[in-house]
């Protein structure tokens, strides 16, 4: 059974900085890529960043590119976002989730979701 919790959402101004967590089993985290994924209510799913198991390679999107960081700590079994220059259209659900492969262009094969955690950014 693969289970992943996030936390560190919260509310922001503009220009401000969160940093979330992803909390899984060591198995899962040796066996899968971590990505993080954002929704706005009534649209798709959005990709923020991932990262591979091995190697940690990162993607991120050019939304979030420079001012998102991924990042991996396998003693506390557990995969950072840090979100710094937040804007307003950053605002949504994050949910972390495993990611079979991660290629330059992108996260792909998401098998299992975390339950998400709400980031508002205001103006």
């Known amino acids: 059974q693969v289970r992943l919790v996030e936390s560190g959402g919260g509310s922001v101004q503009s220009g401000g900085s969160l940093r979330l967590s992803c909390v899984a089993s060591?198995?899962?985290?040796?066996?899968?890529?971590i990505g993080w994924f954002r929704q706005v209510p009534g649209e798709e799913r959005e990709e923020v960043a991932c990262?591979?198991?091995?190697?940690?390679?990162?993607y991120y999107p050019a939304s979030v590119k420079g001012r998102f960081l991924i990042s991996r700590d396998s003693a506390k079994n557990t995969v950072y976002l840090q979100m710094n220059s937040l804007k307003p259209e950053d605002t949504g659900i994050y949910y972390c989730?495993?990611?079979?492969?991660?290629?330059?262009?992108?996260?792909?094969?998401?098998?299992?979701w975390g339950r998400g955690i709400q980031v508002t950014v205001s103006p």
């Open positions: 990262v591979s198991e091995v190697g940690g390679v990162p």
């Open positions: 060591r198995s899962t985290l040796n066996r899968y890529g």
């Open positions: 989730a495993t990611v079979s492969r991660v290629r330059g262009y992108g996260c792909y094969g998401t098998d299992y």
